[in-house]
């Protein structure tokens, strides 16, 4: 991460902490009255593969990951039903400012993802872990309806692993070739839908080759 990137980052979550205190306080405040902590800490794999618990608010109901997988698919019966909007709105993701104030991730970086995918990488998609993570990323923006498409298939781990996941890691890399302060602004004015999002990535098994007659 370069200099610039690294001050951007920490201004910018210090910053945000700051402005955004009094509506992250109403919203622990709203997911601890729906039962259960305010917060979820899961273990991701992060710059270099060093490990750290990502915090978010609280979307499911309290041990979700112990009633199912950890992908989540549209129309999930863990998810609470403050769960919903702040999936929606994507306001679950607020708390991790804390992650970019402290240098675990950055604003804009591939999604830190957990240990159980990360073992299915290729020797070339392993480059990523050379890349601090993000909050919002451009495979990010691309597989936005990500949980329409795993809902839509029988086997929504076996979609994600061999089709959706190569290709995010495809994305982010071919992005973080040509990543400038100006491309990450814009994929963070996109991601808060103050610019144009690229169109949504087709069904992963869309050009797949079509079974023998």
Do not use: C
Not at 172 to 182: D, I
């Amino acid at each position: 991460m370069t200099r610039g990137k690294r001050a951007l980052d920490m201004v910018a979550s210090a910053g945000g902490l700051t402005v955004l205190a009094p509506l992250l306080l109403v919203l622990a405040l709203v997911v601890r009255a729906d039962g259960g902590p305010a917060f979820f800490r899961q273990k991701r794999v992060g710059h270099r593969g060093h490990r750290f618990r990502i915090w978010k608010f609280r979307t499911m109901v309290p041990g979700a990951d112990r009633l199912g997988p950890q992908l989540t698919v549209h129309g999930d019966a863990r998810i609470t039903r403050i769960g919903r909007w702040l999936r929606r709105t994507k306001l679950d993701e607020l708390p991790q400012l804390l992650n970019v104030l402290v240098g675990e991730m950055s604003l804009v970086g591939p999604r830190p993802e957990v240990p159980r995918y990360v073992v299915h990488y290729t020797p070339e998609q392993r480059q990523v872990l050379e890349l601090v993570p993000g909050i919002t990323d451009p495979a990010s923006l691309a597989y936005r309806d990500e949980a329409r498409l795993l809902a839509a298939s029988s086997e929504p781990e076996t979609l994600y692993v061999e089709r959706i996941m190569p290709d995010k890691l495809r994305r982010n890399l071919a992005y973080a070739r040509r990543a400038t302060l100006g491309s990450d602004l814009r994929v963070v004015l996109a991601t808060l839908g103050l610019l144009e999002r690229p169109e949504p990535a087709a069904p992963p098994w869309a050009d797949a080759p079509s079974p023998a007659p």
